[in-house]
């Protein structure tokens, strides 16, 4: 009621999800105030102070150490969310470099920085009972920093995929997003090329007739193309994914999954 949606217990952050978009929350502004502040702990509680903190961890020190936020929470307690706002905050402070020449390389690492978040969300997320956009993977994020902490690039590990998902889900959810994004987003040409035929129900595609906004397929492309996987091997990969729509090949799953092999 309040709107105040951090509150610090000890060392950790406690982030409550407000639901609804809260944009001054996270304006460019409020995170250069945060960087800038002489004691950010000083201000009010909020996931820059902790990435403040972290970053100025790694700064202060004469050899420095690397540093670990964990962020967890149960399942639409919006740990993507913070996640990403994390990164956009790094994309922000540890990107001034002197030479217009190096300002243009930092600006393409955060770029693709950002942008390997609609591709992961997109083939790694899915609408379940309790969120839209819900990660059915864990990742650990690697920032990575220069000297001058300056960010170079990144790196992402994955693990724990929820594949079993491609071939069966609780009623009520999803598919992962990508499926839906082809099907929705694809040209007539291209729903030639992935066999996806106009108006076509997949009986592995359930609930198609949600409209999320997680379902923009020219975002996902956009980003790919952004990470250097060009037009031609994005549209192989987009027709993997439409022929494994078959129902030669849904059979072919669930018979693997009755008899308890891989999906
Ligand atoms: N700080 C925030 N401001 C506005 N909306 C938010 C915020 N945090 C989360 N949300 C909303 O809550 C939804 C769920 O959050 P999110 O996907 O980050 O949860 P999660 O903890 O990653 O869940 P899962 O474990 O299922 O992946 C988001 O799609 C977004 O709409």
């Known amino acids: 009621m309040a709107d105040t949606f951090y509150t610090n217990a000890g060392c950790t952050l406690v982030a409550l999800n407000p639901f609804k978009p809260v944009p001054q929350l996270y304006s460019p502004e409020l995170m250069r105030e945060y960087h800038?502040?002489?004691?950010?702990?000083?201000?009010?509680?909020?996931?820059?102070?902790?990435?403040?903190?972290?970053?100025?961890?790694?700064?202060?020190?004469?050899?420095?150490?690397?540093?670990?936020?964990?962020?967890?929470?149960?399942?639409?307690?919006?740990?993507?969310?913070?996640?990403?706002?994390?990164?956009?905050?790094?994309?922000?402070?540890?990107?001034?470099?002197?030479?217009?020449?190096?300002?243009?390389?930092?600006?393409?690492?955060?770029?693709?920085?950002?942008?390997s978040n609609p591709v992961m969300e997109a083939f790694g997320n899915a609408c379940t009972l309790r969120n839209n956009n819900s990660s059915r993977f864990g990742k650990f994020i690697q920032l990575q920093l220069n000297r001058a902490q300056q960010m170079t690039g990144a790196a992402v590990q994955t693990y724990l995929l929820q594949k079993t998902r491609v071939a069966c889900q609780a009623s009520s959810e999803r598919n992962f997003h990508i499926f839906y994004q082809i099907c929705k987003g694809a040209s007539e040409d291209e729903r030639l090329q992935w066999h996806l035929p106009e108006?076509?129900?997949?009986?592995?595609?359930?609930n198609p007739e949600r409209s999320l906004e997680e379902d923009c397929f020219e975002v996902t492309r956009e980003a790919m193309l952004h990470l250097g996987i060009d037009t031609p091997t994005q549209n192989n990969i987009f027709k993997v994914l439409g022929q494994g729509k078959g129902r030669e090949s849904w059979e072919r799953c669930s018979c693997f999954l009755q008899e308890g092999g891989p999906p």
């Open 199 to 206: 108006g076509a129900a997949f009986s592995w595609l359930p």
């Open 36 to 115: 800038a502040a002489p004691q950010p702990q000083k201000l009010k509680p909020h996931v820059f102070t902790v990435g403040e903190q972290t970053y100025r961890n790694v700064k202060s020190l004469i050899e420095p150490v690397n540093q670990s936020i964990v962020v967890s929470g149960e399942s639409g307690a919006g740990k993507t969310w913070t996640s990403r706002c994390l990164m956009k905050f790094y994309a922000v402070v540890a990107a001034s470099p002197a030479s217009w020449e190096s300002h243009k390389i930092a600006e393409r690492i955060e770029q693709r920085i950002l942008n």
